[in-house]
């Protein structure tokens, strides 16, 4: 029996860090003097769904099994390639060149 409260525990966090790898690119946007908003976006956006999702499954983060491992992985690749792309949609690329 797949637990979706502990794998939404856990892709919380997956979402946290993805909201935070987010931020270095912002900060060297803001060096060059380039737009950082494409970067802000997603990541404030990473980071307040890590909130609401950490609010709605407290203290979810048990041990997970076999079956829930390979789901949160599946879904984890699906999470970072998503969120990755992002910035480019942003800047008004195509899906497929993001």
Do not use: Q
Not at 21 to 38: D, G, V
Not at 39 to 62: D, M, N, R, W, Y
Not at 69 to 92: E, Q, T
């Amino acid at each position: 029996m797949l637990r979706f409260k502990v794998i939404l525990g856990y892709s919380r966090l997956l979402i946290g860090i993805a909201g935070a790898l987010f931020i270095p690119p912002s900060i060297t946007a803001i060096i060059y003097r380039e737009s950082p908003l494409p970067f802000i976006f997603p990541s404030l956006l990473c980071l307040f769904s890590a909130f609401l999702i950490g609010k709605f499954v407290k203290g979810e983060e048990e041990e997970i099994s076999l079956r829930e491992s390979f789901l949160l992985v599946s879904a984890g690749w699906f999470i970072f390639s998503f969120l990755g792309a992002l910035p480019y949609l942003l800047h008004n690329f195509s899906f497929t060149d993001a």
